[in-house]
């Protein structure tokens, strides 16, 4: 559909007054071609496939933004899952791939490159293992490098010999970058259900149904859906509904617009466009906002969860009605240490960690950037994957655990991540042990609703 003027001016007071921005531009780039007998081989076809196939990647995205007035905040990578190429590797050869991702996000001058991660929702491979041996050093090893395991769908159920390895791997990083925050475990998410085509980073790797290369965008916008909601006060919440799905409707017109001109300049072919309210730490443009502006007074209190459903659905149907190709995760984020709002819950006393939870059971993805005590147990944290992993499925739904249990840190105080990851309050977790349900080990069954054929 062609764009009305009516459509340029308002999105031009989007931008410079509602925090509208292209939250990124992801390049997916397959790297099955780089398989080889030689590692050393191996690791050149990498560097220099991502390097040639991104090398306008940056500058592209920075021309398109200024031209048309709209910023686009972080150009990114997604390659096919780094485990596919570690088949013969041993653990140091995994951390020198890693190393060569690092370097060319460098020389390409990109936020970050996603795709060093494992599918092992029904079991672990060779590559697979050798792959989350090294999770650790790699990623305290690297600054651009981000991970994500698969360890559920709700076709194959949970692997729980991987969730109790990924809640090892999580404090084992933690600890190796502990005098940094315990940071490296912002670049590590564990996933159920995860999709192919996923822009946002931690999380985002160039799935095995996408082509050769791909350009898919990822655009935010709380802050309009903020001012759009206080332009309505008095509107019954079926009202509510419409403005919020109108407000993301104009959203995915103009993120698909600018994404299809990245894409074309770079001659590679649109993938989706993933609508996602992901807050930052900006006055206004917060998710949590959103939701007290629907009507709590503080979020965490009694009918988040309705709030949150009635914003998230909203969100979906605005931006399936305005392109055929939303994908992604789609929704609503709700990134603790990136959102004022959910900061000021959790120092209010309104939000706890069992409220998130129970929140993602409507939102698009799950605990994220949480920052929890630094004596929480490798059980524990397997434990707290293993319930997400169950919402989601249970739910049919992608959720995903983004956690960093920052060493040295009691709940109650306070961790400075800095940048776009902002800040968090330090949670506590149940002090009562869950270590035996996680050393049984095996995979609990894929439940009925999986039987759909």
Request: proline content about 4%.
């Amino acid at each position: 559909m062609p764009i009305a003027f009516t459509e340029i001016q308002e999105t031009i007071r989007m931008v410079e007054m509602e925090h509208l921005d292209i939250r990124t531009v992801t390049m997916g780039i397959s790297l099955r071609d780089c398989a080889d007998h030689d590692f050393e081989t191996v690791k050149r076809k990498v560097y220099e496939k991502i390097t040639c196939y991104a090398k306008d990647l940056q500058t592209t995205a920075n021309q398109v933004a200024k031209e048309y007035g709209v910023p686009i905040i972080n150009k990114r990578i997604a390659i096919s899952p780094a485990a596919e190429l570690l088949g013969n590797a041993t653990k140091e050869q995994a951390i020198e791939l890693a190393e060569t991702l690092d370097k060319a996000a460098q020389t390409l001058d990109v936020d970050f490159i996603g795709g060093f991660s494992a599918l092992v929702h029904k079991g672990i491979s060779k590559g697979d293992q050798i792959l989350l041996d090294a999770l650790p050093e790699a990623l305290s090893k690297t600054e651009r490098v981000c991970s994500s395991i698969s360890v559920a769908t709700t076709r194959t159920g949970i692997n729980m010999d991987a969730v109790r390895q990924m809640g090892q791997i999580i404090h084992e990083t933690a600890t190796l970058t502990k005098d940094d925050n315990s940071i490296g475990c912002a670049k590590l998410v564990v996933f159920c259900n995860p999709v192919e085509d996923n822009p946002f980073m931690a999380g985002a790797f160039h799935g095995a149904g996408e082509g050769e290369s791909v350009l898919s965008v990822g655009v935010s916008g709380p802050g309009v859906v903020l001012n759009a909601l206080k332009r309505y006060p008095n509107a019954d919440l079926g009202e509510v509904s419409d403005v919020i799905k109108n407000t993301a409707f104009k959203i995915t017109r103009a993120g698909e617009l600018i994404g299809r001109v990245v894409a074309e300049r770079l001659n590679v072919p649109f993938g989706i466009m993933d609508l996602s309210l992901a807050p930052t730490n900006a006055m206004n443009d917060s998710v949590a906002e959103i939701l007290e502006e629907i009507g709590l007074e503080r979020v965490g209190t009694h009918g988040t969860i309705a709030a949150l459903a009635l914003m998230n659905d909203a969100v979906k149907k605005g931006g399936a009605m305005a392109s055929s190709y939303v994908g992604g995760l789609s929704g609503a984020f709700i990134p603790v240490s990136e959102d004022n709002g959910m900061i000021r819950g959790i120092e209010e006393g309104a939000l706890n960690l069992s409220k998130l939870e129970a929140m993602t059971c409507v939102c698009s993805v799950g605990l994220d950037m949480i920052a929890l005590e630094g004596n929480a147990s490798p059980e524990t944290l397997s434990a707290i994957i293993a319930d997400e992993a169950a919402i989601g499925m249970i739910n049919k739904k992608t959720t995903a655990i983004r956690v960093i249990p920052v060493i040295g840190k009691e709940e109650g105080e306070t961790v400075e991540f800095g940048g776009l990851l902002g800040r968090a309050p330090i949670i506590g977790v149940n002090q009562f042990s869950s270590d035996k349900l996680i050393q049984r080990g095996g995979r609990i069954p894929a439940p009925l609703q999986s039987l759909i054929n």
